[in-house]
């Protein structure tokens, strides 16, 4: 609401060229990399790389700014996103610590964004199960931890629906993977796992 009020009085400017109106404009849209190149598993879509105008719109979605961020990066991943059949969007919950202090959770605000874009419901089909720390452990233990973390919602709704997961950014794609085999055990057909950007592959 604040923020509405503070875009009336002066409206954003662009994060590259500096123009007024969105956040990042159109024009420097075009621009973000394509993720071809970044980190992310085959499997999953991210329109962007994590870097540069990338991570400041992240950034903004998170600290400030959140509804000119996510108006930007929802337009972006629909721009980019393959054009697929998908019946309900849904989204990999935050850790709720820091939703709570924050008090929205930025990947539901992006999956409701691309829901209204992609004219399918939005639903919340994951909910957060404690917190876990995944540090110093195996791989497979990671895993198995990494889907225990979720648990799925709303599970008579997502039978054999083909949902699209959101998530704002893939670091290494495990915890997607988790919260998508979590949906698809739960009894979902497919699941399309769709970020708006990829952490760059390290050197
Ligand atoms: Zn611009």
Known sequence: MLEQIISMITPYECLSCGNEGPLLCTACQKHLPCAADAGAPKDAFAATVYEGHAEQLVHALKFERAKAAADVIAQVMNERLPDCNIDLVAYVPTASTRVRMRGYDQAAVLARRLARMRRVPFAPLLARVGQQRQVGQRRAAR??????????????????????????????????????????????????????????KRP
Request: charged share 20%.
């Open 143 to 200: 895993l198995r931890q990494l889907q225990e973390a979720y648990r799925p919602l709303r599970v008579g709704l997502l039978q054999h629906k083909r949902v699209m997961l959101v998530d704002d950014v893939i670091t290494t794609g495990a915890t997607l993977h988790a919260a998508a085999e979590v949906l698809r055990q739960a009894g979902a057909d497919a699941v399309l796992c769709a970020a708006f950007a990829a952490a760059p």
